[in-house]
Nanobody
Protein backbone atom coordinates (compact mmCIF):
# COMPACT_ATOMS: atom_id res chain seq x y z
CA UNK A 1 0.00 0.00 0.00
CA UNK A 2 1.43 3.34 -1.06
CA UNK A 3 1.36 6.13 1.50
CA UNK A 4 1.90 9.82 0.72
CA UNK A 5 2.88 12.16 3.54
CA UNK A 6 2.91 15.90 2.90
CA UNK A 7 4.60 18.43 5.16
CA UNK A 8 5.93 21.97 5.25
CA UNK A 9 2.76 24.01 5.26
CA UNK A 10 2.05 26.86 7.62
CA UNK A 11 0.93 30.45 8.03
CA UNK A 12 2.81 33.04 6.01
CA UNK A 13 2.25 36.66 5.04
CA UNK A 14 1.57 37.62 1.46
CA UNK A 15 4.82 37.78 -0.47
CA UNK A 16 6.41 35.10 1.66
CA UNK A 17 7.68 31.65 0.78
CA UNK A 18 7.16 28.05 1.83
CA UNK A 19 8.67 24.76 0.75
CA UNK A 20 6.46 21.72 0.81
CA UNK A 21 7.68 18.14 0.86
CA UNK A 22 5.97 14.87 0.02
CA UNK A 23 7.40 11.47 0.83
CA UNK A 24 6.08 8.34 -0.84
CA UNK A 25 6.42 4.95 0.81
CA UNK A 26 5.37 1.49 -0.22
CA UNK A 27 5.41 -0.04 -3.69
CA UNK A 28 5.05 3.30 -5.43
CA UNK A 29 7.52 2.86 -8.32
CA UNK A 30 8.04 6.54 -7.61
CA UNK A 31 10.91 7.03 -10.02
CA UNK A 32 8.79 6.22 -13.08
CA UNK A 33 5.72 8.22 -12.07
CA UNK A 34 4.52 11.57 -13.28
CA UNK A 35 4.16 13.34 -9.94
CA UNK A 36 2.07 16.37 -9.13
CA UNK A 37 1.02 18.83 -6.50
CA UNK A 38 -2.62 19.73 -6.07
CA UNK A 39 -4.49 22.11 -3.81
CA UNK A 40 -8.01 22.41 -2.53
CA UNK A 41 -9.44 25.55 -1.01
CA UNK A 42 -12.58 25.45 1.15
CA UNK A 43 -15.64 24.91 -1.01
CA UNK A 44 -13.53 24.51 -4.14
CA UNK A 45 -12.59 21.56 -6.31
CA UNK A 46 -9.11 20.12 -6.07
CA UNK A 47 -6.87 21.72 -8.69
CA UNK A 48 -3.55 20.77 -10.18
CA UNK A 49 -0.76 23.27 -9.50
CA UNK A 50 2.40 21.56 -10.74
CA UNK A 51 3.59 18.40 -12.47
CA UNK A 52 6.99 16.84 -12.95
CA UNK A 53 7.96 13.96 -15.21
CA UNK A 54 10.38 11.22 -14.10
CA UNK A 55 13.08 13.07 -16.01
CA UNK A 56 12.35 16.41 -14.41
CA UNK A 57 10.26 18.25 -16.99
CA UNK A 58 7.81 20.54 -15.24
CA UNK A 59 4.51 22.20 -16.04
CA UNK A 60 2.37 24.78 -14.22
CA UNK A 61 -0.95 26.53 -14.69
CA UNK A 62 -0.81 30.26 -15.28
CA UNK A 63 -2.02 30.95 -11.73
CA UNK A 64 1.28 29.78 -10.22
CA UNK A 65 3.73 29.94 -13.12
CA UNK A 66 6.83 31.89 -12.19
CA UNK A 67 6.10 31.61 -8.47
CA UNK A 68 6.01 27.85 -7.78
CA UNK A 69 8.72 25.32 -8.56
CA UNK A 70 8.27 21.57 -8.36
CA UNK A 71 11.25 19.24 -7.99
CA UNK A 72 11.89 15.64 -7.09
CA UNK A 73 14.45 13.31 -5.59
CA UNK A 74 13.86 9.88 -7.06
CA UNK A 75 16.42 8.24 -4.79
CA UNK A 76 14.46 9.38 -1.76
CA UNK A 77 10.95 9.03 -3.25
CA UNK A 78 10.29 12.66 -2.45
CA UNK A 79 8.73 15.54 -4.35
CA UNK A 80 8.96 19.19 -3.36
CA UNK A 81 7.08 22.39 -4.06
CA UNK A 82 8.88 25.68 -3.57
CA UNK A 83 6.31 28.46 -3.34
CA UNK A 84 7.42 32.08 -3.58
CA UNK A 85 5.54 35.38 -3.74
CA UNK A 86 2.59 33.76 -2.05
CA UNK A 87 -0.83 35.36 -2.34
CA UNK A 88 -3.91 35.03 -0.15
CA UNK A 89 -5.60 33.11 -2.97
CA UNK A 90 -2.93 30.42 -2.60
CA UNK A 91 -4.51 29.48 0.73
CA UNK A 92 -5.53 25.82 0.54
CA UNK A 93 -4.67 22.31 1.62
CA UNK A 94 -1.87 21.04 -0.62
CA UNK A 95 -1.55 17.40 -1.67
CA UNK A 96 0.85 15.42 -3.78
CA UNK A 97 -0.02 12.42 -5.92
CA UNK A 98 0.59 11.06 -9.36
CA UNK A 99 -1.07 12.74 -12.35
CA UNK A 100 -3.81 11.56 -12.35
CA UNK A 101 -4.19 10.72 -8.68
CA UNK A 102 -3.58 6.98 -8.71
CA UNK A 103 -2.46 6.63 -5.11
CA UNK A 104 -4.57 6.99 -1.95
CA UNK A 105 -4.64 10.65 -1.03
CA UNK A 106 -2.66 11.77 1.98
CA UNK A 107 -3.88 14.21 4.59
CA UNK A 108 -2.27 17.14 2.86
CA UNK A 109 -0.60 20.14 4.41
CA UNK A 110 -2.39 23.42 5.13
CA UNK A 111 -1.02 26.60 3.61
CA UNK A 112 -2.51 29.85 4.83
CA UNK A 113 -1.44 33.17 3.34
CA UNK A 114 -2.49 36.28 5.19
CA UNK A 115 -2.93 39.64 3.50
Amino acid sequence: QVQLVESGGGLVQAGGSLRLSCAASGRSLFSIRLMAWYRQAPGQRRELVATITPGGRTNYPDSVKGRFTISRNNAENTVYLQMNSLKPEDTAVYYCNTDPGNFPWGQGTQVTVSS
